[in-house]
């Protein structure tokens, strides 16, 4: 189980409210992310290290280069997943926050989803490359 890392939440964030006793911020592990071995190891991070983490897994078990990512708007990371890309099913573009204890799924492209609305995908990358944008739009 990997635990919220706390120190990587500046102590002034407004968006953030740090619970009582929580790590304060460290600069030297604050904006540093983690490989997905040291999140496993370490037992701590935050949502791009989840990110990361569940992106390395889905490539490791063998999803294409091409149909997971990491996604990253302004100030939240996430996995962005294309199910079934191959099939009359296709499903297109999912968001998948693997940090809120369950697993919440959005569709970007669907404008009046509320929890679409939430991320505004900048860019996105895996072991295998960087884009800027979105995939849905590109």
Known sequence: HVQYDWSKVRDYDPDVVKPPGAAPY?????????FAFETI??????????AI??????????WSPDDVYVGLSERHA?????VAPESPGDLGWLIVEPQVGD??????????????????????????????????RD
Not at 41 to 50: Q, T
């Open 103 to 136: 697993w919440l799924v959005a569709d970007p492209s669907e404008l009046t989803d509320p929890l679409a609305q939430m991320y505004d995908t900048r860019c996105y990358f895996n072991d295998c490359g960087f884009h800027a944008g979105a995939p849905w």
């Open 53 to 62: 983490l569940y992106c390395s897994l889905l490539r490791a078990s063998g």
């Open 78 to 82: 996430y996995v962005l997943l294309r």
């Open 26 to 34: 460290d600069p030297s592990t604050g904006a540093r992310w983690n």
């Open 41 to 50: 190891h370490g037992g701590l991070g935050v949502c791009r290290d989840y």
